[in-house]
């Protein structure tokens, strides 16, 4: 299935291709437009659009709390593995301005600005990524498991 949403990604838009691929359509394939091209692009395609106003898969606001494209993504495919919601907290914190956001919120922005700055397109940036989101994800799994705050020391 093709899915398309703006280009320059960053946070969001490289998180939903991740999540996408390992949990919801690993032959997935992406399209990166000028943001007032996604949803025609979509229509004439049969292509999902994701993080563009419009399309289902986007911000959104429940109970007052804010909610990011990675969020929508979860919750349209019942996505309910514990470490996966865990690192949407992360996503969230990193994409949106939350009151409770994980430490580790600032340490994905920062990477993903880097990871933008440096790449000369967004498949490089989605290649560059992935591993991120990986480490990121067990990490999770880990933290998850009780192991959050075991440091293994190098002697």
């Not at 949403?5 to 960053?10: P, Y």
């Not at 911000?59 to 514990?82: C, M, Q, R, W």
């Not at 919120?105 to 700055?117: K, N, Y």
Request: proline residues 5%; negative net charge.
């Amino acid at each position: 299935m093709k899915w398309v949403t703006r280009e320059k990604a960053r946070v969001d838009r490289i998180a939903c291709p991740w999540v996408i691929k390992r949990f919801v359509d690993p032959a997935a394939e992406f399209v990166f437009l000028p943001g007032e091209k996604v949803m025609d692009f979509a229509r004439e395609h049969q292509a999902i659009p994701f993080d563009v106003r419009g399309a289902e898969l986007f911000h959104f606001t429940e109970a007052g709390n804010e909610y990011v494209s990675f969020d929508s993504i979860i919750k349209k495919y019942s996505l309910k593995d514990p470490a996966l919601l865990e690192l949407a907290r992360i996503v969230r914190g990193a994409d949106a301005d939350i009151h409770d956001a994980p430490p580790e919120s600032a340490g994905l922005e920062a990477a993903a600005l880097g990871f933008s700055s440096m790449c000369s397109d967004d498949f490089e940036n989605m290649r560059l990524q992935f591993p991120l989101y990986d480490a990121l994800y067990r990490f999770c799994q880990d933290r998850i498991a009780g192991m959050q705050g075991r440091r293994h020391s190098v002697h």
